[in-house]
């Protein structure tokens, strides 16, 4: 009998983890996905990217709310909670609640659908009452390993794997510097401010100017407006909109903007520059050259500090150049590009055997941990969107008021 897996997503990064990871996986195992509704739930756009080239139907996707979760609703070995932090603490949490503490017959795991240097004690934390934790990198697990070195109770065991969405065994095919199309692909967090935001927008603009014959591409998440994993304060089509109307970019602009799978856009003859979006993975996978921005800083901020010692660190000078760096071997051996055994698989397929047998258990500890959980998380999960930022918007209104009213008491 098949080892079994649900995959349960809630946003466009999440979902697309999701069905990568089941694709990988592949017919040795019964595979299903659900999409939890929430505030962050992607568009029909957005879906159809994600189950793009993998061997998944997209008909078959059903969407429930996290409410129905509980270990009478869920025949599978295992649940992978691809899922925004709150989400994956709410779905551990009505799993762990139904089921016995010493005879549980369903695994948790979850990962981050992308960069997840350096690791972070809060992502952690919405994720500490798994079983495993995946990582997709020896240098993460390290950096994660060393986080939770010395903390008692029951932690995840880490494991490492690769992101699913990565194609090369090992190192990527070497890269071809005849450049017919730049790809810019944004991050929603950052940069945070609209300034740094708006002069990506001028030096693709010159770029484009400057090599007439050059296809230079904004590759969206989602439209401004449009739900992604990440809130984005200034999207990028609307900054551009801005910049015409203010003639800082003429009405004769070549920038296109789309959306879509990265997969259609990282085609041959393209370049990708970002800050510090995970697709700067995809593209180094397939040969391309690859820029990250270090104009804003490389630091934790920023999200790129993983590449530090990479040799495709530049500027936004180099971008209108069309220099690219050549990533390093020893960057690529410690960062995502590690060659895979089974040793991830017989792992995984271990602890789906042990979950059917009913051989799990539940630490009490853990139980106390997700009885503790703020009901703000359990809200996220459940609330439209309008009102989700309405409550956030208070939130940091109310914690901006005592702090001023300390500043005043001082």
């Known amino acids: 009998m098949k080892p079994s897996i649900l ?3 809630d946003s466009d990064s999440y979902l697309k983890l999701a069905t990568s990871f089941l694709t990988r996986l592949g017919p040795a195992w019964d595979r299903k996905v659900y999409l939890a509704r929430t505030p962050v739930m992607p568009t029909a756009e957005q879906i159809a990217a994600a189950f793009e080239g993998t061997d998944l139907d997209p008909d078959a996707l059903q969407v429930i709310s996290v409410s129905q979760l509980e270990a009478d609703t869920v025949d599978e070995d295992i649940v992978f909670a691809s899922a925004t932090g709150p989400v994956v603490a709410e779905i551990y949490s009505r799993i762990l609640r139904t089921e016995p503490v010493d005879g549980r017959c369903t695994a948790l795991i979850s ?3 992308g960069v997840a240097f350096p690791a972070t004690q809060k992502g952690w934390n919405y994720r500490r009452a798994g079983d495993a934790f995946i990582c997709h990198s020896h240098a993460e697990a390290r950096d994660f390993s060393f986080m939770i070195e010395g ?3 029951h932690q995840p065991t880490i494991m490492v794997s690769k992101l699913p969405f990565l194609r090369s065994a090992g190192f990527p095919p070497e890269q071809k510097q005849v450049v017919e199309r730049l790809v810019f692909a944004p991050q929603a967090k950052v940069p945070a401010q609209e300034h740094e ?6 030096a693709l603009e010159q770029t484009s100017r400057m090599n007439p014959e050059l296809e230079v591409l904004i590759k969206l998440r989602a439209k401004a407006g449009e739900p992604q994993t990440h809130l984005e304060a200034f999207p990028y089509d609307s900054l551009f909109e801005k ?3 203010e003639q800082r970019i003429g009405a004769d602009s070549r920038l296109r903007f789309d959306t879509g799978s990265m997969s259609e856009a990282l085609t041959d003859g393209s370049a990708l520059v970002t800050v510090s979006s995970t697709a700067a993975l995809e593209s180094l996978d397939r040969g391309l050259p690859t820029l990250i921005l270090s104009d804003f800083g490389v630091s934790a901020q920023m999200i790129n500090t993983v590449f530090v010692a990479s040799g495709v660190i530049g500027t936004l000078d180099d971008v209108i150049g069309l220099s690219f760096g050549e990533p390093t071997k020893a960057w690529l051996r410690e960062n995502y590009f590690h060659r895979v055994d089974h040793s991830f698989a017989q792992s995984l397929e271990i602890l789906a055997h042990r979950a059917r047998a009913g051989k799990l258990l539940t630490d009490p500890e853990i139980l ?3 009885r503790r959980q703020p009901l703000r998380h359990r809200l996220r999960t459940t609330l439209p969107a309008p009102l ?4 956030v918007k208070l939130r940091h209104h109310y914690r901006h008021s005592r702090r001023n009213g300390a500043n005043s008491l001082s």
Do not use: T
């Not at 989700?388 to 409550?391: E, K, P, Q, T």
């Open 243 to 245: 910049l015409q109307a």
């Open 197 to 202: 935001r708006e002069s990506i927008l001028l």
């Open 388 to 391: 989700v930022r309405v409550l």
């Open 368 to 370: 106390a941990h997700i």
């Open 151 to 153: 903390q008692e109770g």
């Open 7 to 9: 995959a349960i997503a």
């Open 111 to 113: 990962a981050l659908p």
